[in-house]
């Protein structure tokens, strides 16, 4: 099946600092990455979409200029966590779609903690 | 307001008993809906997908309905094995774009 994974799978950083977590599909290219976030006992909530070789598509609510997201190629995607604060820790999950297939292949997620 | 509603937080069987999950929606008119399985601290990993113009669609042991009258889809995991303790996620694409909407989940636990 398709793969995707995701690097760090933790991460500790101090409040005002940024974090990068990256998004790969290793078997599969992805125009289209997407990045959820999921807090303890809570759904996953869709943030934006990634579109390689064009700007990041954000959700209502979801600040473009705090959760910076690149696609640089077909297989990456990162976000950045800019100027973090304690309530942006959470679990962040990014998943992508197989060309021509509607179901979706996440990555195993990454904890971030802002201390 | 759009929702996705599943039954119970928690739901506790005995091995080799069918769980039996429910997923409801409001204000959505999704073509296709899917669930996942998601292990603590680990990313959801696809199960099933049940078209709009599909009544039942069978993986192994599990088994998927989707009723778009009712708004409301089961999920059936039969002759249930301890392995199968996770949650459980339906989601819904509105919009036919991929973006996933998901509920809140259910979590099976399954005594042996």
């Known amino acids: 099946g398709a793969v995707v994974s995701q690097h760090p799978s933790r991460v500790i950083c101090k409040s005002g600092t940024s974090v990068k977590i990256e998004c790969r599909s290793l078997?599969?290219?992805?125009?289209?990455m997407f990045w959820y976030r999921q807090f303890p006992k809570q759904s996953l909530m869709l943030m934006a979409t990634s579109n390689e070789g064009s700007k990041a598509t954000y959700e209502q609510g979801v600040e473009k200029d705090k959760f910076l997201i690149n696609h640089a190629s077909l297989t990456l995607s990162t976000l950045t966590v800019t100027s973090a604060h304690p309530e942006d820790s959470s679990f962040y999950i990014c998943?992508?779609?197989?060309?021509?297939?509607?179901?979706?292949?996440f990555g195993p997620g990454t904890r971030l903690t802002v201390t | 307001s759009q929702k996705i509603e599943q039954n119970s937080e928690a739901l506790n069987i005995q091995e080799g008993k069918t769980a039996t999950l429910t997923c409801n929606y409001t204000n959505y008119s999704p073509a296709y809906l899917q669930w996942y399985r998601q292990d603590p601290g680990r990313g959801p990993v696809f199960l099933l997908l049940?078209?709009?113009?599909?009544k039942e669609k069978r993986k192994e042991r599990l088994k998927v309905t989707f009723d778009t009258t009712l708004k409301q889809s089961l999920f059936h995991i039969t002759a249930s094995q301890p392995a199968d303790s996770a949650t459980y996620l339906c989601?819904?694409?509105?919009?036919?774009?991929?973006?996933?909407?998901f509920g809140a989940g259910t979590t099976v636990t399954v005594r042996a």
């Open positions: 078997d599969f290219q992805a125009t289209t």
């Open positions: 989601a819904l694409d509105d919009s036919n774009d991929y973006k996933l909407s």
């Open positions: 049940i078209r709009e113009n599909e």
């Open positions: 998943s992508a779609p197989r060309a021509g297939a509607y179901e979706q292949y």
